[in-house]
């Protein structure tokens, strides 16, 4: 990351932003929320996805936050499935379903980035 012209303070905010104002709201998941988890999502993918080179840490920090992306990114559609029509009590049924779903995505993406090789250079000859 250090060769990147990526903030890393506006990424963290942006991760900030989407995971902890849907959490702190109350009433049912929106729509948006989903929209807005997906949009950080693949800018973090486009700015962070770690390479071969990569420290264990930052390997890490990437799959929590895409963890923590998708959960975010699942409530909606999770509560939209189940209930129709939420409460706030079935939201909070949806949160959870949808935070497990983020911690079984860390996993993966943990496991994904633990094994990536580093890509082949093909050079004109």
């Not at 990147?4 to 702190?24: C, E, I, S």
């Not at 109350?26 to 770690?50: F, K, R, S």
């Not at 009590?89 to 990536?116: H, Q």
Request: neutral net charge.
């Amino acid at each position: 990351m250090a060769d990147q012209k990526v903030d890393p303070g506006a990424l963290l905010m942006a991760v900030l932003t989407v995971a902890a104002v849907p959490l702190t709201e109350e009433g049912p998941w929106e729509l948006m929320n989903t929209v807005v988890a997906l949009v950080v999502g693949v800018l973090i993918c486009c700015y962070l996805l770690p390479d071969a080179g990569s420290t264990r840490r930052h390997r890490l920090a990437f799959s929590v936050v895409a963890g923590l992306t998708t959960a975010i990114f699942c409530a909606w559609p999770v509560q939209w499935l189940i209930w129709r029509s939420a409460t706030d009590r079935e939201a909070d049924y949806a949160s959870r379903i949808a935070l497990a779903i983020g911690v079984v995505a860390t996993g993966v993406v943990w496991a994904f980035v633990r094994r990536r090789k580093q890509p082949v250079e093909v050079s004109a000859a």
